[in-house]
């Protein structure tokens, strides 16, 4: 069997004066339209309770072109203006859905410096990008093949806070799915990345503890420099450089290890960790090893999908460390620091691989349960899923996932 995707491929690009100039105009005229736009839909819906959808907007933007003012507006392509009344659009749907917070302003600072193009805003040939208003194609650095005859429908540019530029290309794309007879189950930790079911260990990139390490440092210095100066400015490029690169080579780890997980299994279980955002730990390694599970998750997600694999959430609240594995024997009590322990039964646990083997279990009874079906992103104890149901902010936490 085979499945068509739209898949992202995403390259680093060198822009020449004159394009990055055009890019950094359009960044802050989306800044501004959404922002106008935002302001718009607030005003309608606290002045008159009135909901304006994506069409008014766009008229709007109309409107606002022919003023002085905003007649900069006109100087962009009129392509990424529109995207972003309808990522607006988007962000407004999963709002009234209570999927999402009321949208935010964009901040000159704080926000991704991002424009999407769609066909009609740039051109695509013989393997070369050329954006609208501009002359010269991209020169973009091919770090891995497009599919063959591929040509994107979308094209989104942006610039990460350490100044480096990305050309992301949605092109349609063919997986097969070979099926696979492996199961595994995953435990997220701290101190090793994952544990698997099989017993094997998956610990952080290499680098990534003197990286860390780097980050903590530079964090504190910026924090003494004075705002707004030269020095802090320099200060903060520094922490978003050593930040970028614990992110690229983590989210390089995760994609080859979801990759090898969905070839290998058909069922994969892993634990629902939503419950972890709500314990007070502010510690960088928390937030670091907290955001490494949500970006594995997201990826085994649509991997698993795309390679037609079950993968089963299981309970928050799932006891997955205190669980014999072996004989089903429940300890009461099992401290953070006990690495290994042996049961009543005789058997001697690594306490992380004893909890994957659990998760799997739990997720093999849930498919048996289920008859068939996927319970993916769905809570799998039957007898407390209504319980959780009134507890809006564990919902929340799954649904932001
Ligand atoms: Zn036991």
Not at 193 to 217: C, F, M, Y
Not at 272 to 297: C, E, G, I, P, T
């Amino acid at each position: 069997m085979s499945r068509a995707v739209k898949r992202a491929f995403k390259y680093r690009f060198y822009p020449t004066d004159s394009q990055s100039a055009e890019l950094a105009r359009t960044f802050g005229c989306v800044r501004k339209v959404y922002n106008l736009a935002l302001v718009a839909r607030t005003e309608a819906w606290t002045l008159r309770q009135e909901r304006i959808n994506y069409h008014t907007t766009s008229a709007l933007l109309t409107a606002w072109k022919k003023t002085d003012e905003l007649a900069f507006l006109n100087e962009v392509s009129s392509v990424p203006l529109q995207q972003a009344l309808r990522h607006l659009q988007v962000a407004f749907t999963n709002f009234f859905a209570k999927r999402a917070r009321y949208p935010s302003f964009k901040s000159k600072k704080k926000s991704r410096r991002s424009a999407e193009y769609t066909t009609s805003a740039f051109r695509w040939r013989d393997g070369r990008l050329t954006l609208a208003k501009m002359t010269e194609p991209l020169d973009i650095v091919w770090s891995r093949p497009i599919p063959e005859g591929a040509s994107p429908s979308t094209v989104t540019v942006s610039q990460d806070a350490a100044g480096r530029w990305f050309v992301s290309l949605l092109c349609d794309d063919v997986i097969e799915q070979v099926p696979a007879s492996g199961m595994v189950g995953v435990d997220a930790g701290i101190d090793s990345l994952l544990t698997l079911s099989t017993g094997e260990k998956i610990v952080n990139p290499k680098h990534e503890r003197r990286d860390r390490a780097r980050l903590a440092r530079v964090q504190r210095a910026l924090a003494k420099k004075e705002k707004g100066s030269a020095n802090r400015a320099k200060a903060r490029r520094t922490v978003a450089r050593v930040y970028a690169r614990i992110t690229d080579r983590r989210r390089d780890h995760l994609h080859k290890l979801t990759t090898r997980l969905v070839r290998e299994n058909q069922t994969i279980v892993i634990e629902d960790l939503a419950v972890r955002n709500m314990v007070k730990n502010h510690s960088l390694a928390r937030a670091v090893s907290d955001a490494a599970w949500r970006q594995f998750r997201t990826l085994l997600e649509y991997k698993a999908d795309w390679y037609g694999r079950d993968l089963v959430v299981v309970d928050r609240w799932f006891p997955s460390s205190k669980l014999c594995s072996a004989c089903g024997a429940l300890v009461e009590r099992m401290p953070l620091n006990v690495r290994s322990w042996t049961c009543r039964c005789g058997q001697t646990h690594d306490r992380d691989v004893n909890a994957a083997r659990n998760i799997l279990a739990e997720g093999l009874s849930v498919i048996a349960c289920g008859g068939g079906v996927r319970p993916q992103r769905e809570s799998s104890r039957m007898g407390r899923s209504s319980a959780k149901q009134e507890n809006p902010r564990a919902t929340k936490g799954i649904l932001a996932l």
